[in-house]
């Protein structure tokens, strides 16, 4: 829980102004961010793009976060994929236009529906929230496992901790993913 109150007291001082402070949340959570951008909006110049918006909302409405309504983590993630949903919307919504006939270039059929990027934006939620349930190291190990996708062998040299101890970290982190799947709806339901 420490980190929660450390992210807490990072988001008091974006809200003073202090640029330090968002390069911290950035460097904590931006991996994450562009994770849960680039599976919303499966590009990956949009979630580039959808994970600085995120980060100048943040800048700009540290002063609005609560921290009796929610945990920096979600209440990141809950920006990241109001923020993406609208970057698809206004994309579909181009799309809707008439384009001259030598700029409509894309195949009708090939983009997932709004359903789908729902589906995606709902589960990319809530796979977030149980990601800010895990101790800051594990989250580490396993953003840059599974957002980086870096080797454990690449993990262990950038953060100078020892092969074991890298593989040991997502271990913990993926176990107590699993126990925390039922409470966040990860699992899909079994048919009887």
Same mark, same amino acid.
């Given at each position: ?45 949009? $979630?580039? *793009?959808?994970?600085?918006? /995120?980060?100048? +909302? =943040?800048?700009?409405?540290? @002063? !609005? ?54 589906? $995606?934006? *709902?589960?990319?939620?809530? /796979?977030?929230? +149980? =990601?800010?349930?895990?101790? @800051? !190291? ?55």
């Amino acid at each position: 829980m420490a980190h929660v109150e450390e992210d807490g007291e990072l988001v008091r001082r974006v809200a003073e102004g202090d640029a330090d402070a968002l390069r911290e949340l950035y460097g904590l959570y931006g991996r994450l961010v562009f994770g849960v951008a680039h599976r919303i909006l499966l590009d990956r110049q949009l $979630a580039e *793009d959808c994970t600085q918006d /995120v980060f100048v +909302a =943040l800048w700009r409405g540290a @002063r !609005t976060y609560d921290p009796e309504r929610a945990r920096v983590t979600t209440w990141l993630f809950t920006v990241t994929r109001n923020t993406a949903i609208d970057i698809v919307r206004r994309r579909e919504a181009r799309r809707a236009d008439p384009l001259p006939e030598d700029e409509a270039t894309w195949a009708a059929g090939t983009e997932p529906d709004a359903a789908e990027l729902t589906a $995606a934006a *709902d589960t990319a939620e809530r /796979v977030a929230a +149980a =990601l800010g349930e895990l101790p @800051r !190291t594990q989250l580490e190990a396993v953003s840059l496992a599974y957002f980086d996708g870096l080797s454990h062998a690449e993990i262990a040299e950038r953060l100078g901790v020892p092969l074991g101890t890298v593989k040991g970290r997502i271990r913990l982190g993926l176990d107590r993913l699993r126990e925390l799947a039922p409470a966040y709806a990860l699992e899909p339901e079994v048919e009887r």
